[in-house]
């Protein structure tokens, strides 16, 4: 007979509803067996597990995009880097970032190889009230860059080229692929810092990480300049500070790029959205998940770190729970509350401070809430 891809779900690491603070960081794992009658191939263009409609909560996967055709939606290749034959099993697995509001979130994946095949399973849990009022969530930063790293942003509009201003509307509500070919700078457009406001920013149709990105060319949103967006709209209010390494960013990180080879940051011809675990995704060609070797030698990039209104970071371990949170700025405090409409007060104790780094470990009490939130000046 023909050979059929098919598989079965034996076992999920996260189990639908598990409840998870909110900006934290977890895995899901999926294990199936290969019960059809054909191999399972290894690597991203092999047999994967595919994200099917949006992304609500974060997904950053372990793989980079690679050569063989890029593809616009998180996927995970077999975790042992090694093909399943007939009754096998093979795991996938990926990253999530629980967003800052609380509620019910779910992410829907099925395998592929030659086609669509097996179950359609899911990573479902229960965000946790936070009391937090940051501004910032990397989680629907990252969300927005995989959902619309193959299409026209929220707004309707894109950057067709560099002779300001000149862009294309494409309509609002729908989803349009990038436009290429004649009549776009390159062939590709000139969208790359559009797409970034959109990610990190507060764009009316589809709010992306909340950040305060003002709309410098009217109708579009956002700053469309890869210069500025780095420059003036991130490092200059504070909201961001330009680090040393890769591994001192976070996923919804932004990094800007020279083509020429220079070390100005005045002179930033490139920005990408930093998705986490060494992968980049930006317009105006159409990139999701790749590393950074792919965007070309001879290349200097600026790292930059988003601090805005701290987000605190939070892990527990039995009646403690430990706190992190980078920031530059100074005069603001710690405080908590035993409800979101209670009174605020600041926490005595001080955070050890290393570099930008803070961290403090806390006590929970017994029984009952408590909230915490940094507050600014």
Known sequence: ??????????????????????????????????????????????????????????????????????YHFPRAAINSGKSVGVGGTGSFSMEFIAPETSGSYTDSFQLNGTSWFGPTVTVQVAVEPGGNTNVFDRSRTISYANNYAAYVCSD?????????????????????????GPGVDGGIGDDCAHFVSCCIGNEPHLRGGGLNIPSRTSPTYGEPSATDIVVDRLLAPGYGVQVSSLSQLEPGDVVGWNWEGNTNI?????????????????????????????????????????????????????????????????????YSAPSLKGSWSKVSTKPTVTGITNKLTLTMPSSGSVYYRLEMP
């Open 1 to 70: 007979g023909l050979a059929q891809e098919n598989g079965t779900l034996l076992s999920v690491s996260i189990t639908n509803g598990t409840p998870v603070a909110p900006r934290s960081m977890f895995t899901q794992t999926w294990t199936f067996q290969n019960n059809g009658t054909t191999t399972w191939t290894a690597g991203p263009n092999g047999c994967t597990l595919d994200m099917l409609g949006l992304d609500s909560l974060g997904a950053i996967p372990l793989d980079t995009n690679v050569s063989g055709g890029t």
């Open 156 to 180: 309707g509009y894109f950057w067709t080229n560099t002779d300001y201003p000149d862009f294309g509307f494409y309509g609002t509500g729908v989803f349009t692929t990038v436009p290429t």
């Open 266 to 334: 005045e002179d930033i011809d490139h920005v990408t959205l930093y998705m986490g675990n060494g992968l980049f995704s930006c317009h105006a060609a159409s990139i999701l998940d790749v590393d950074s070797a792919s965007f070309g030698t001879g290349w200097v990039w600026h790292l930059i770190h988003i601090l805005d209104y701290p987000t605190l970071w939070t892990k527990r371990s039995g009646a403690s729970t430990t706190f992190t949170w980078t920031t530059n700025w100074s005069n603001y405090a710690l």
